[in-house]
């Protein structure tokens, strides 16, 4: 985790343990310097991202407010760095991990802008937040961007191996949303019945050249997963 990173925690704790609430503000540009004995840049870093997660927003010549808090069952559907960036929540939990290097089907390659010939790895997991599983993960990384990938590896935060192993990082993201019939498949990964409905979410993820590395498919327990914007 990267300074900035750390400080945005240390600032978000300090909002919840101050039990700070909408429109209350926070302590002035100079005075967060001094507390977390930090850069400029570094703390003004740490605000955008709090920013960006949706904690405070800023007023011009006036400062930085608290905005209202969402509890700790809601999933920041904002997040384009992967779920273990949300530090709001706990440790997210991957389990049923299964990866492997494929030839791409034509739709899973267009989605990559890849040759069908171009090998890419094909990683589903389960993951869970306070032991209830929320989303049944299916994801394809193109093996010319990330050359390794395995099942040891997709149990921790792939993004964050990543970033460290490959220097990749995420400029933005395309989602587009649907509500569907689960698949049997799918109905068994999350422990859900047959024929019921959840949302499925299509992600696309480019590096900061705008370089397609990932295409995801996450569908959502319809009663475990809640989201907020």
């Known amino acids: ?40 840049i570094t703390i003004q870093k740490a605000i955008a991202e709090l920013e960006k997660e949706g904690f405070i927003y800023q007023v011009q010549g006036s400062g930085t407010f608290v905005r209202s808090m969402p509890t700790d069952d809601y999933i920041n559907f904002n997040l384009s760095n992967g779920w273990t960036s949300d530090f709001t929540k706990k440790p997210t939990e991957n389990s ?41 993960e299916t994801s394809y990384y193109n093996s010319k961007l990330v050359p390794y990938l395995n099942d040891s590896i997709a149990q921790q935060s792939l993004f964050n191996y990543i970033k460290l192993a490959y220097n990749i990082t995420i400029s933005f993201t395309d ?9 049997s498949l799918e109905s068994e990964k999350l422990g859900f019945p047959e024929k019921n409905f959840g949302l499925s979410v299509h992600e696309t993820f480019y590096t900061t050249s705008g370089e397609v590395f990932d295409y995801s498919e996450n569908v959502y327990h319809p009663d475990n997963a809640k989201f907020y914007l």
């Open 175 to 183: 989602k587009y949303f649907n509500v569907r019939e689960l698949t």
């Open 1 to 40: 985790m990267l300074k900035y990173q750390q400080i945005a925690k240390q600032i978000f704790s300090y909002i919840q343990d101050s039990h700070l609430k909408q429109g209350d503000q926070l302590p002035s540009l100079t005075e967060l310097v001094t507390d977390y004995k930090a850069s400029k």
């Open 96 to 136: 049923n991990i299964n990866v492997q290097k494929i030839s791409p089907s034509w739709a899973v390659a267009q989605k990559l802008n890849c040759a069908v010939d171009t090998p890419v790895f094909k990683v589903q997991r389960t993951k869970s937040i306070n032991n209830k599983v929320f989303c049944f």
